[in-house]
């Protein structure tokens, strides 16, 4: 990576003396103060050569997974910014014969804007390689508790960063049960066999690179025996703080003199001034796009009404923040008699009840298979989010029926208002389990803010447009 970045440093000091030699951007350029580029090769390697080991920049080539992108930027910024100052020094201070003050500063710019790209095109490259399981590390999570299921929650929301759980070790009997797509590998005794079979293991799918410990502080011995018997199959093992059992993103870490110490940072998650912002960020973006769709909605309305007999508008009871009902607004997909069916659907394919969501649904309308395919159907939800009882973003809103048969850690889901779309959404949606949906939504509930809002928007547009999971 660093011989890239070179390169590009390099590309971008040879464009920046073609905006001010050949294209004179900004200012013209006198005949006399014309010089051939050769005269400005050895500047070229110099300062290309200084940004990339400067210490802002050379931190970036250690290995770090989820780094992310505009602490990137920043770094390089830093980097580029001091190679000019140091540059203009020199050039202060030896008077050079041929020197242009004004395209080193479009260098400036142009290397901070390649530099920044490189990363994104890095990073798109990386992804796509991890959907092929190509730098993928396998993880086995111990514990299934509290800072266990945060841990499980953190890892599903951020895939692209090459981590993938392959199962969860706990001694406690009622947490045995899987976690949707989780296994559950048995007790912590069972970890030796398992990372001894994982060196005999064919196929990097199958084999354990990373155990995460998420056990209590007061199970040190236990947490030392893992240890141990990972450093022995030379497998990675990283231990997850359980501080006073507090959410993962209470705890920051910090350094005195070299000496590492954990704090707790202010209580996270969504405080009255980020509800606030969130209301205000709904308010104004619904109130533009409802007048761009009162023709596409007035179209849709005159096909429910020739396609089936029965209402235009579904209102669906749903549990929303801190539990309060509300009736959610939805397109009529469905027959009259379909919640009469549900029950027997329900019973015959098995699906789980919380989260019942049956593809090729006989309950489904003509009409309604093209709405629901392209979330159609959901645009009556912007009316809720108006009225106050829903988000753009947030959890999926639950049935009554489905609160009632929630464990009490799942409950914390309720804490916010229901969104239309949510990290659920973009993760799978109806290919998502009950339990991982959960996992996700207390990761958002923890971790909001309005750029994880505006990233998880942009990632419904595809979702959407190529219905993923849509059914």
């Known amino acids: ?22 294209v004179q951007f900004i200012r013209p350029v006198g005949e006399t103060n014309f010089a051939p580029f050769e005269s400005y090769t050895l500047l070229a390697g110099i300062y290309a050569l200084w940004i990339i080991i400067t210490p802002p920049v050379i931190t970036l080539y250690r290995r770090v997974r989820g ?11 830093q980097g580029v910014t001091t190679a000019t100052v140091i540059i203009m020094a020199i050039n202060f201070l030896i008077q050079p014969l041929v020197f242009s003050r004004l395209m080193i500063l479009e260098i400036t710019v142009l290397a901070i804007a390649f530099l920044s790209i490189l990363r994104l095109v890095e ?30 929650g953190t890892l599903l929301a951020n895939k692209t960063h090459g981590y993938r759980i392959i199962g969860f070790l706990d001694d406690d009997p009622e947490r045995l049960s899987a976690l949707g797509s989780i296994p559950n590998l048995g007790a912590l005794e069972t970890l030796p066999r398992l990372l001894r079979q994982s060196r005999a293991a064919d ?24 240890v141990a018997a990972c450093e022995k199959r030379k497998v990675q093992v990283r231990v997850v703080p ?42 104004i973006l619904v109130l533009c796009i409802l007048p761009l769709l009162a023709l596409p909605m007035g179209l849709v309305a005159l096909f429910i009404r020739l396609d089936s007999p029965g209402p235009i508008f579904f209102k669906h009871r749903r549990v929303g923040v801190n539990g309060v ?35 090729d649904d006989p309950r489904v309308t003509q009409v309604g298979r093209w709405i629901r395919r392209l979330s159609v159907d959901e645009w009556p939800n912007f009316l809720n989010v108006l009225r106050g009882e829903m988000s753009l973003i947030g959890p ?57 809002d505006l990233q998880i928007m942009l990632r419904t547009i595809p979702q959407v447009l190529f219905a993923k999971g849509a059914y």
């Open 1 to 22: 990576m660093p011989l890239l970045d070179f390169c590009a440093i390099l590309i971008a000091f040879r464009l920046g003396y073609l905006l001010r030699y050949e």
């Open 242 to 283: 359980d501080l006073f059992r507090l959410n993962l993103s209470k705890v920051q870490v910090e350094q005195i003199a070299g000496m590492p110490i954990m704090g707790v940072r202010a209580e996270p998650g969504l405080s009255n001034t980020k509800r606030f912002l969130k209301r205000m960020m709904d308010v």
């Open 123 to 152: 990073r798109y490259v990386a992804g796509e390689m991890r959907r092929r399981h190509i730098g993928v590390e396998n993880v086995i999570i111990i514990g299934a508790g509290a800072t266990g299921r945060a841990a499980m």
């Open 325 to 359: 009902e509300f009736d959610m607004l939805k397109f009529r997909s469905m027959y009259e008699d379909a919640e009469a069916r549900r029950e027997v659907l329900i019973q015959q394919s098995g699906i789980d009840s919380r989260h019942f969501k049956m593809k």
């Open 203 to 226: 196929g990097p799918r199958r084999r354990v690179d990373l155990v995460l410990i998420t056990l209590p502080w007061r199970a040190q011995d236990k947490i030392l025996e893992i």
């Open 396 to 452: 999926r809103a639950p049935t009554p029926k489905e609160v009632d048969e929630y464990e009490p850690w799942q409950r914390q889901r309720l804490n916010t208002l229901p969104g239309v779309s949510g990290l659920w959404q973009v993760s799978g949606r109806s290919n998502v389990s009950f339990e991982e949906m959960c996992l996700l939504d207390i990761y958002y509930i923890e971790n909001w803010s309005i750029m994880l």
């Open 67 to 77: 780094r992310a992108w505009l602490e990137e930027v920043y770094a390089f910024a």
